[in-house]
């Protein structure tokens, strides 16, 4: 009867570890408010492009820099790097 005792207090302790951890870093599944698509978060735009190839161009002339950068998924192509890129994204873009 022991054994028996000791997997259920073994399996309620878990039971109450699993609920103590999905009520405090539950599952956040509300949407983004991001309405219009223009939310890019900690991203700033450099660079504003009609096509994807040439937003292509744009990203893989920044990162051969050492610049981070990456492109919106929607015409017009916006380049985004992040805000302590912004001046060296600039600089490589004018050459």
Known sequence: MTGIYQTAVVFGALGLLA????????????AVPDPDGTDFGLLSEVALVPTEEAAIVLVRKLKVNGVRATRSRNAPYRIMVFPQ???????VLKT
């Open 85 to 91: 890129d912004v001046a060296n994204a600039r600089l």
């Open 19 to 30: 609920l103590v951890l999905r009520y405090f870093a539950g599952n956040d599944r509300r």
